[in-house]
């Protein structure tokens, strides 16, 4: 690979590393979009050359967004599915089958989560929806597409402001949106009969997702609000992947521009949620009790370039 | 009064309603002042003309703060001592000597409440504290000149962003301070051994203070980690006035400034923590428990310009 060829596949992947708005789901459906870039117009290119551009763009994904297990997913399927292709054609077509299965699955996956949530929506009720995840989005508009009239309240979800997208995308939507910030949660759930949240990776220990998500669980609990994350089967990651997300810490800057000497600023996004603290999953297959969690916690193969590194001690 | 003596008190009390990052032991010191002010050069004037002026001042404060127990007991205690004042001179002195007993009794009670509190700071350990009280800083800064060395960690406390002023305080004096924004309080209490708090106003269903202290308190109880309310008597009041508090909302744009159409913005300045959810209150008495709190919810006279409007059903 050239230097400009490396820079290139940066810049490209740049926009979805930096994006701290979107869900998991989305961030893999814009990365289809990236390893289709690289492909196009690349049939003159030996195939380990095209090869090695689609590995480098999966591990600047994987390791720019650690939390994210769909884009994990997403990155060690292309990668694994490339790995024997003896010709470029033979490999752009492996590739793009790849990603439209992918693509595929992710949509089949949603529409059959918003089908399962919207039992979960009464009639004439406020709900509560938590930062922004495409799959709550998608159920909560299903819902009302389906004529069911229901209120959501959020808050903004702290410091990207991720809560101001998700009222700004319901209220667009026809759904009537309270919103305030995010210390304020505990004067707004007790007039909610539910609680949903997205999720970025689930493991044995539970769900991780924007930080403040535990805030919002433990609140739910002391106010017997059922809480329900949704997520498809493509957030499962082994136990060893969970806690990635506890190095994707982002500068103090953006929490506090100009911090005075003396003052230092915490700035991580994610935050992890035990199953006890969940009323249920809710996936394309049901909603899912903590006991159903281990059979979901399947076994895959891992990428070479993906592999984690062993903790040196 | 004429209208230009109306206008002029106005102004005079609206850096204290509209003031939103200081404690309520901090606003009454400041209305300590107003009331000065209006008395100034007032020899020549009709006893009752002055009385009016200090009435209409102590009128505004108690309503445009209604969550501030101190603020009302000041401007309670000034006006009950000024009723019968039957020369301008007699009641200059009353309303002096009022003033002046209630400013040392503040100051008295917050060194007492400092000393008491100086016990649960732990020596190298990492305490936490929210929103901004004065009763608190001075605490922490009397635990730092004895020589205690801790760490304190806060957050934000949207939307007025008091915790900011918390921070740079206690920087200032050479406290070290670890930051972040209020829904990431769920990462930081695990590694902090205390949680302290001021308060606003406090009856017998519990303390009031800036909103998000309810979630602090769940959040501690879940993690273990004790929860102290730090507040002298001045902060205790009737039950009829303690959720006076809920009519202090503030306008949705200081929330959000352009929310869209369809999404409504909720501003509360307060939330009510119960007693089960403390360890204790930390008062100049010493630290108090659910059980003793009933001896101090002493009755006190109300001044008939102070009186709460019946609720008409």
Known sequence: ???????????????????????AAELALRAIAVFQTIMANKADQAPDEV??????????????????????????????????AKTTPELIDKCQKTLDDYEKMLCDSVAKIADAAFELIEPGSLVFAYSFSSTVVSALLNARSKGRYFRVACTEARPSMEGRK??????????EVIHTFDNAMGLILPNCTAAFMGCDCIARPGVVNKVGSWMLAVACRE??????????????????RLFEFESHDRPGEEVWEEAPKGVRILNSQFDLVPFDLLNGLVTESGVLKEADVEQHLHKYDVHEALKLEPVAF
């Open 166 to 175: 998700l009222a700004t995308v319901l209220a667009a939507g026809g759904i």
């Open 223 to 240: 106010l017997k609000v059922p809480l329900y994350a949704l997520a498809g089967s493509e957030k499962f990651v082994g136990d060893e």
């Open 51 to 84: 090869r090695k551009q689609l590995q480098h763009a999966g591990k600047l994904l994987v390791a720019g967004q650690p939390a994210m297990a769909p884009l994990f997913h997403l990155c060690n399927k292309v990668l694994i599915s490339i790995d024997d």
């Open 1 to 23: 690979m050239s230097n400009s060829e490396t820079e290139w596949i940066s810049e490209l992947v740049k926009p979805i590393i930096e994006d701290l708005q979107s869900g």
